[in-house]
């Protein structure tokens, strides 16, 4: 396990980290992705700090609180000493039926960190991020709520999710204009097959120099492995009806027939050759995997010895690589004269 520095911050996070959505349960929507109790969590917990993870993410709107609760909890069942784990959580959706039980604003981020931090059953989080944007409440008021908890020690860093280019550069703006703790981190989707974070935030994250943790990094599973031309139906969630994020399947499957001889050469899956890909982006600070049983979760854990030789790269980024939009093509066109 290689360990990564967030951002332009001295903290390290394993290159994996181990996504809880899938811990509680609870019916609806998201049905089909949780459903894992106390002791499937704790084994899950076991076995990737045991293969070196060091970094935990989850939400308040998980499972309606419960992932943070099992989490918490099974830090504590494992004994797991609390300084030598990274925890994040989330703050933005809605925890109950009031007109201010949702949003950004500096009563819901207040109100919301003091239940995180009760179901975590610690005193500290260290990457608090907001979960999208909140088009009702200004990015200055958002920052200087975070800015506080952090000065009050209960946040030791921010971080974003779901944000567009503009979005996180205003924040970067308004954070150093008014001296406030900066977003070191986005929290969002990536993966061969949806790469368009390329166009606009990557750029930015280097730039910027911003931390990145990557979610749905097999497309919602659809880089598992299950999913094939012969059998589009597969195995999982999209099969039960939660086809989430959206994925453009002939290009996923012209992604899956590279990867499935390459992994096949390699003595390893076509889901961990998906990850390996994304741990050889410069950009790419933590890929974040989430498991229901443990073999997905060891099939997982694999793509860190995964090594991707240049021609392989080259291979899968031009089976998956983006069609050029304006402004990119002339950007690049006009930038050739000026290369370092």
């Not at 009760?118 to 200055?140: E, M, N, V």
């Not at 930015?204 to 911003?210: G, P």
Request: aromatic share 6%; hydrophobic share 40%.
């Amino acid at each position: 396990m290689k360990y990564n520095l967030l951002g332009r911050t001295g903290l390290k996070v394993s290159e994996l980290c181990l996504g809880t959505m899938t811990f509680g349960s609870v019916g609806g929507r998201f049905a089909a992705i949780n459903g894992v109790d106390q002791a499937g969590a704790d084994a899950l917990v076991k076995r990737a700090v045991e293969a070196g993870i060091n970094f935990i993410d989850t939400a308040n709107i998980y499972t309606e609180g419960q992932s943070e609760e099992i989490t918490g909890q099974a830090i504590q069942n494992l004994g797991l000493r609390r300084d030598s784990l990274i925890l994040a959580t989330k703050v933005r959706g809605k925890m109950g039926d009031g007109p201010n039980d949702a949003g950004l604003t500096r009563q819901h981020i207040m109100a919301q960190v003091e239940g995180s931090l009760k179901r975590l059953k610690t005193d500290y989080i260290d990457l608090y991020q907001t979960h999208s944007y909140d088009p009702l409440t200004p990015f200055d008021e958002t920052l200087r709520a975070l800015d506080d908890l952090v000065r009050q020690g209960k946040v030791r860093y921010i971080g974003a999710s779901n944000l567009a280019a503009w979005q996180l550069m205003k924040a970067l703006g308004i954070s150093e204009h008014q001296h406030l703790e900066r977003y070191q981190s986005l929290q969002a989707y990536y993966t061969l097959a949806g790469r368009d974070l390329e166009r606009e935030l990557v750029p930015l994250l280097l730039d910027q120099q911003l931390g990145l943790m990557v979610w749905s990094p097999l497309a919602g599973g659809f880089l598992s492995g299950k999913y094939t031309r012969e059998n589009p139906a597969g195995e999982g969630r999209r099969s039960g009806g939660f086809d989430f994020p959206p994925v453009n399947k002939d290009l996923a499957f012209d992604i899956i027939d590279k990867l499935r001889p390459m992994a096949e050469a390699k003595g390893t899956t076509v889901a961990a050759l998906a990850l390996a890909w994304l741990l050889h982006q410069p950009v790419v600070s933590t890929v974040i995997i989430g498991a229901k049983k443990m073999d997905q979760l060891e099939d997982n854990l694999k793509a860190v010895d995964v090594r991707l030789t240049p021609e392989e790269l080259k291979q899968l980024d031009e089976v998956s690589k983006l069609a050029q939009e304006y402004p990119g093509w002339m950007l690049s066109m006009t930038g050739t004269d000026r290369q370092a």
